[in-house]
């Protein structure tokens, strides 16, 4: 009965300013309903910042911790050192730098302790030295500023990764599955589906599992022919595929392809493409600091005065304004 109610596991949650809400309460929540179930405390966790003062989500939540990083980095060598350190960050992640707080991430890990990130957490642990070979995951929405900022680490837009002993997620509720994993891998799945039901969730997902709407239910497309075409844009923005390209490999003219295209996009095929490839280079703009004429060339323009006059016909603005505008709007 004694080894039945041990601890399991002693966890910080280290707060990130703007961290997600979200990812930190479907991470959390598991274990207090792991707990409930089992009837003790298996499961035992603080909140720290870099400071010791509280921390502001991304919705505009403040947070109030329970420690210091001066206080983690005592805790340490203690009694009350964690198990596992799991970095919780969201917006403006790029924009975080903290040598200390990378400092002491790698000294956790060379010290035995399991990391995990969520959500944007991903990019603080590659940034502190920690993702070179490593399976990882990221939001949809930072994976390509991830990966260009990141070429050692081997990201994938998979629900939660686990690598050794690292944990990363996408955010969102995927946060979650993760935690169910965890709890599996201490209890069973026994212990998995209770929590589950008092959950009122109906399965754990498994890590693999898409974070984004199908391409038949994001865009309304039911024409399988237009949906593989897509497919293939999005697979090929670095280096577009022509018309004729795209034409051979789905088995149509591209008169045809043409049309299907203006039946049910509304739109031709080329441009379709190019505001997909301009989409990215929002995403790339605004989740990234990578030259904008790298961008342009990462989004498959061979030039950056074409792909600044094809990004101001869209959106309006150019890319400089963009990246400028965008930041602004996300640290307010």
Not at 38 to 53: K, P
Not at 151 to 159: G, M, S, Y
Not at 242 to 271: H, K, N, T, W, Y
Request: hydrophobic share 40%.
């Amino acid at each position: 009965m004694r080894e039945e109610r041990q601890l399991k596991r002693s966890l910080v949650f280290f707060l990130i300013p703007d961290f997600t809400m979200i990812a930190f309460a479907t991470a959390l929540e598991p274990l207090r309903s792991a707990n409930r179930m089992l009837g003790y405390e298996a499961y035992r966790w603080r909140l720290a910042s870099a400071d010791g003062g509280p921390v502001r989500a991304s919705n505009g939540v403040e947070l109030a911790v329970n420690a210091s990083l001066a206080d983690e980095r005592r805790k340490m060598i203690g009694s009350d050192r964690p198990t596992m350190v799991i970095v919780c960050s969201g917006l403006n992640v790029e924009a975080y730098s903290n040598k200390t707080v990378f400092a002491w991430l790698r000294e956790e890990y060379n010290r035995g302790v399991t990391l995990g990130g969520l959500c944007t957490g991903a990019h603080i642990l590659a940034a502190a030295g920690l993702l070179s070979d490593k399976r990882c995951a990221i939001h949809w929405e930072n994976l390509p500023g991830f990966a260009e900022a990141f070429p050692k680490a081997n990201v994938f837009a998979d629900l939660f990764e686990i690598d050794s002993n690292i944990y990363t997620c996408a955010g969102g509720t995927a946060a979650m599955d993760m935690m169910f994993r965890l709890i599996g891998e201490d209890f069973g799945d026994n212990l998995v589906n209770r929590v589950c039901e008092q959950m009122l969730t109906d399965r754990v997902r498994n890590p693999s599992d898409r974070q984004r709407l199908p391409l038949r239910a994001r865009l309304g497309v039911q024409n399988s022919k237009v949906l593989t075409i897509i497919e293939l844009m999005e697979a090929n923005l670095c280096e577009p595929l022509s018309l004729m390209e795209i034409a051979d490999r789905v088995g149509l003219s591209r008169r045809q392809v043409e049309r299907l295209f203006r039946q049910e996009m509304g739109r031709s095929p080329a441009r379709y493409y190019l505001e997909i490839r301009l989409d990215r280079a929002r995403n790339l703009l605004l989740q990234s600091t990578m030259p904008i004429v790298e961008v342009a060339v990462a989004c498959g323009f061979v030039s950056a005065s074409h792909f600044s006059k094809c990004y101001r016909e869209l959106y309006a603005r150019s890319p400089q304004q963009e990246r400028h505008g965008g930041r602004q709007r996300l640290a307010a």
